[in-house]
C-alpha cells in the first residue's frame, strides 16, 4: 500500500512564535521517518488552512490522509472543530480518504517531554522529594479533558515529586498562581511550573506570568519540538495507519 500522507493540525494562533514551534515540530518528524510526506494546516489564525492543505493534496494525487490532531486532550477541538472540518472536506473531496488520528495525550512520551524540560530548567532528581510541581494547562470545559490532566498529576505524583497540583490557564480553577501559593502555604520547600501546552501563545504566557508572580522557583518552557513529541506523532500516525490497513482488509 502507498504511504499516507501526515497532515498535522493546530489550533494557531496570533502569537509568531506558536506557527513556530509547530514547523519545528513537524520539522522533526520529517527528519525522523524520511519519505513520510507530513503537511502542515491551521483551524484558525494562520495559514494554510486544512481545507487548502487538502486540497493540494488531491490535486498533486494523493489519495489518502491521516488528520492528527496537534492536541494533547480530546475536548472541543478534537470532538467537533475538526471533525466537521474533515467532513466537509471529504464532500468535497470523495476520491481522497482521510482519517483522524487519536488525540496526543495521554502518553509516557508526553511524561517524558515534560521531564525533559524540567531537567532543562534544573530540577535535579535529587530535588524532587523537597520539590512540589505545578501541571499548567490550558484548561478546558470537557470532562473528559479535565479528567485526564487529573490523572496526569497523580501519575506524576508517583515519580518522586513531594506534591503535584493541577491548574488552568482558562476555563477552571485553580490559576497557576493558586497552585503555586497552595504548595507554598503546605510547607513546600520548592515549587516548579511545567506547562501542559504544546507551543507559546497567549495562555502559556498567562501561565508563566503566573508562576512568576507567585514565586515559583522553577518554570519549565512549553513541550515544544521535543524529539519524544515527534516519536509520538509518529505512534499516533502508525496506529491510525494500521486502524485503516485493517478496515480494508476486514
Known amino acids: 500500500m502507498t504511504l499516507p500522507a501526515l497532515l498535522v493540525i493546530a ?7 506558536h506557527a ?9 518528524v520529517r527528519a525522523e521517518r ?36 496537534l492536541l494533547l486532550t480530546r475536548a472541543f477541538h478534537a ?10 472536506a471529504r464532500a468535497r473531496l470523495p ?23 524540567l531537567r532543562e530548567a534544573g530540577v535535579r532528581p535529587g530535588d524532587l522529594p523537597r520539590t512540589g510541581l505545578v501541571l ?21 505524583r508517583h515519580t518522586g515529586w513531594c506534591a503535584v497540583r493541577p ?8 490559576r497557576t498562581e493558586d497552585a503555586v501559593r497552595a504548595l507554598r502555604s503546605e510547607g513546600v520547600e520548592r515549587v516548579a511550573v511545567a506547562p501542559y501546552v504544546i507551543a507559546p501563545g497567549r495562555l502559556p504566557d498567562r501561565i508563566a506570568a503566573g508562576a512568576r508572580a507567585a514565586g515559583a522557583d522553577v518554570l519549565a518552557d512549553v ?20 486502524a485503516v490497513e485493517a478496515s480494508l482488509s476486514a
Do not use: C, W
Open 223 to 242: 513541550l515544544g519540538p521535543a524529539p519524544e513529541l515527534a516519536r509520538l506523532l509518529l505512534d499516533r500516525f502508525d496506529e491510525a495507519r494500521v
Open 11 to 17: 489550533h494557531g494562533s496570533r502569537d509568531p512564535r
Open 20 to 28: 513556530a514551534t509547530v514547523h519545528a515540530l513537524t520539522e522533526r
Open 167 to 174: 491548574a488552568f490557564a482558562s476555563a477552571l480553577l485553580p
Open 34 to 69: 524520511p519519505g513520510l510526506r507530513v503537511e502542515t494546516a491551521f483551524l484558525e489564525f494562520n495559514a494554510p488552512s486544512v481545507p487548502r492543505v487538502l486540497e493540494r493534496l488531491a490535486a498533486q494525487g494523493a489519495d489518502e490522509v491521516v488528520a492528527l490532531p
Open 136 to 156: 499548567a494547562s490550558a484548561g478546558s470545559s470537557d470532562p473528559e479533558a479535565i479528567a485526564v490532566i487529573a490523572d496526569i498529576a497523580r501519575e506524576l
Open 95 to 117: 476520491r481522497l480518504r482521510v482519517r483522524q488520528a487519536d488525540v496526543l495525550g495521554p502518553s509516557p512520551l508526553l511524561n517524558a517531554t515534560l521531564g525533559r524540560r
Open 79 to 88: 470532538k467537533t472543530d475538526i471533525p466537521s472540518v474533515l467532513r466537509e
